[in-house]
């Protein structure tokens, strides 16, 4: 039998430029990696099974969640990287989500942690220029952290902070994706 559990990238807290696959165990003691680790705790004790723990990075989609939240300031104008931007945004189209799935679903000798996210992470500063490419509109404008930390609190460390996945797992079992640059990820969700 085969458990699938998900959760998310930020188990492995913040990490820098550091390039992180799924063999890193070194994970954050932010609210977000807590919260990740008793997630896959918790999913680790099913029993007689073979248990798959996906970590995402942010799926990109145009039909909802995170780019649908970032198009709205960079039509008006206001878009721009968030603090330094050097923070890394491990990401993935819709599309290559649904298949990676399907491809671990159909490929029972994989388990154990599985980062799901595109083979090149991008920093926040890359993000926004590549998105600000595709929509021709300007990226001057930079959110600093202390107004983040004002608003969101805590939560603002999953914004300010980021990591470096990459698909070591899925890459090594030939796993192809269909969007592994931004730009081309951006334009196939953007672009009408």
Known sequence: MQFISASAVGIYGPQGAES????????????????????EEIATTAKH?????????????????AL??????????????ISNGKQYMPWIHVKDWASAVKFVLENKNISGPINLSAPTPVSNKEFTH????????????????????????ERA??????????PTKLLDNKFEFK????????????LL
């Open 130 to 153: 590549a998105l600000a490419t595709v929509l021709h509109r300007p990226a001057i404008l930079r959110v600093p952290r202390f107004v983040l930390r004002m608003t969101l609190g």
């Open 157 to 166: 460390d999953l914004i300010i902070f980021g990591q470096n996945a990459v």
């Open 49 to 65: 099974a073979n248990v798959t723990l996906l970590r995402t990075g942010i799926v990109l989609s145009n039909q909802g969640g």
């Open 68 to 81: 649908e939240k970032m198009i709205p300031p960079f039509w008006a104008g206001f878009g721009g990287k």
């Open 20 to 39: 992180i696959d799924e063999t890193f165990s070194s994970f954050g003691n932010d609210f977000g990696s807590k919260l990740c680790q008793q997630w």
């Open 179 to 190: 969007y592994p640059v931004l730009a081309d990820a951006l334009e196939d969700l953007l």
